[in-house]
């Protein structure tokens, strides 16, 4: 396993959308992996692989506060087949938006389908911050960051920030 570099904003490739996978095979599943070791390290809750640099449309999450918690979820091609009428609002970060949160509003319940790590196609319905994870990490798969779902004077402001800092950062 291997630890990724992650990309942050505003990086154009998060703004790319993902190209969707054929089978899950052993070089996508090593994929999964050294993504689930990234967002463990990082520490996250949830990563797109454009995240990563790679755009395909996969994800990774897991939402278990401790390492004995840990339930990783890895998701290709994942697609929202339902989703409630009621709406949540959530504190959102992303590790590709370092620093900065907002409040997002989103479905409270959603329903996915996806190819599983044994390209299986499961479906799960998930609630609560499960919900608000996946649709954010959803959301990556096609150029789409939480911060564009804040006012535009918010998200400027963000990106302005994030390019300064970048800046003023030492090279890498
Ligand atoms: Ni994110």
Redesign the pocket.
């Known amino acids: 396993m291997a630890l990724l570099p992650i990309l942050t904003a505003p990086d154009p490739r998060l703004k790319q959308k993902a190209r969707p996978v054929g089978t899950v095979d052993a070089d996508l599943v090593r994929l999964m992996d050294d993504m689930l070791e990234t967002m463990y390290a990082a520490p996250?809750i949830?990563?797109?692989a454009p995240?990563v640099g790679v755009e395909r449309r996969i994800i990774v999450v897991d939402i278990g506060k401790t390492e004995e918690d840990r339930a990783p979820i890895c998701m290709a091609n994942p697609e929202i087949v339902w989703v409630s009428d009621d709406d949540n609002t959530h504190e959102?970060?992303?590790?590709?938006?370092p620093d900065h949160y907002g409040q997002v509003v989103r479905p409270r319940v959603v329903r996915v389908r996806y190819l599983d790590r044994e390209n299986e196609i499961r479906e799960i319905e998930a609630d609560g911050l499960l919900a608000t994870v996946v649709q954010?990490?959803m959301?990556?798969l096609d150029g789409i960051?939480?911060i564009d779902h804040l006012s535009a004077l918010k998200r400027n402001m963000i990106l302005r920030k994030l390019t300064k800092a970048r800046k003023e950062a030492p090279v890498r």
């Not at 959102?92 to 938006?97: I, N, T």
Request: aromatic share 6%; proline share 0%; glycine share 18%.
């Open positions: 996250g949830g990563l797109a995240q959102e970060g992303c590790l590709s938006v954010h990490e959301d990556h960051l939480f």
